[in-house]
T-cell receptor, first 113, second 115 residues
Framework: GESVGLHLPTLSVQEGDNSIINCAYS??????FIWYKQESGKGPQFIIDIRSNMDKRQGQRVTVLLNKTVKHLSLQIAATQPGDSAVYFCAENPGNAGNMLTFGGGTRLMVKP | EPEVTQTPSHQVTQMGQEVILRCVPISNHLYFYWYRQILGQKVEFLVS????????KSEIFDDQFSVERPDGSNFTLKIRSTKLEDSAMYFC?????????????FGQGTRLTVV
């Protein structure tokens, strides 16, 4: 399950620092958003979600911010750890009757010890 | 913790052959999905399945593809005549729906290599 890509944007952070990963979405009708983490050789792993009637949601060490005005989603990871190193994808549900998700291109997070 | 399981983890097949990828979704989930990820690219939606029928499918999911829930636990993706460009990681996912879309849980994937 390699999500390794030659052209993935990469964010490199020092262990213990906070990380911010950004995502722009295009469908203004999207009403549900998810962040997934994908480690090499594995499937996407759910991190946190947010619905369009919210602009912020917090989990354990993670926060998702949604700005519907500019169609922007961000994932903040507090006190980044080496185990956070992975590719992060945002995904959106287009807001129709179905449950399909449209994934973004991904950002590689590299945590330096 | 319940998880989605997929078999095999890796499948190599000759072009033109049929392949069946297998998945066992989380037991109380109602929606099932197949996604694929070509190496170096993003995850792409193929099909969703609910109440024993396809609920959505993408342009990728053409007549060469089919899905089936042959019993109460398995969910399969069949590619009738594989092409080189079908080589990818195929992910099965499932979700429960309680009045609105909820997160999909993904399996570890099957790496399909068409030679």
């Amino acid at each position: 399950g390699e999500s390794v890509g030659l052209h993935l944007p990469t964010l490199s952070v020092q262990e213990g620092d906070n990380s911010i990963i950004n995502c722009a979405y295009s469908n203004s009708a999207s009403d549900y958003f998810i962040w997934y983490k994908q480690e090499s050789g594995k499937g996407p792993q759910f991190i946190i979600d947010i619905r369009s009637n919210m602009d912020k949601r917090q989990g354990q060490r993670v926060t998702v911010l949604l700005n519907k005005t500019v169609k922007h989603l961000s994932l903040q990871i507090a006190a980044t750890q080496p185990g956070d190193s992975a590719v992060y994808f945002c995904a959106e549900n287009p807001g129709n009757a179905g449950n399909m998700l449209t994934f973004g291109g991904g950002t590689r997070l590299m945590v330096k010890p | 913790e319940p998880e989605v399981t997929q078999t095999p983890s890796h499948q190599v097949t000759q072009m033109g052959q049929e392949v069946i990828l297998r998945c066992v979704p989380i037991s109380n989930h109602l929606y099932f999905y197949w996604y694929r990820q070509i190496l170096g690219q993003k995850v792409e939606f193929l099909v969703s399945f609910y109440n024993n029928e396809i609920s959505e499918k993408s342009e990728i999911f053409d007549d060469q593809f089919s899905v089936e829930r042959p019993d109460g636990s398995n969910f399969t993706l069949k590619i009738r005549s594989t092409k080189l460009e079908d080589s990818a990681m195929y992910f099965c996912a499932s979700s429960e729906r309680t009045g609105g879309v909820t997160e999909a849980f993904f399996g570890q994937g099957t790496r399909l290599t068409v030679v």
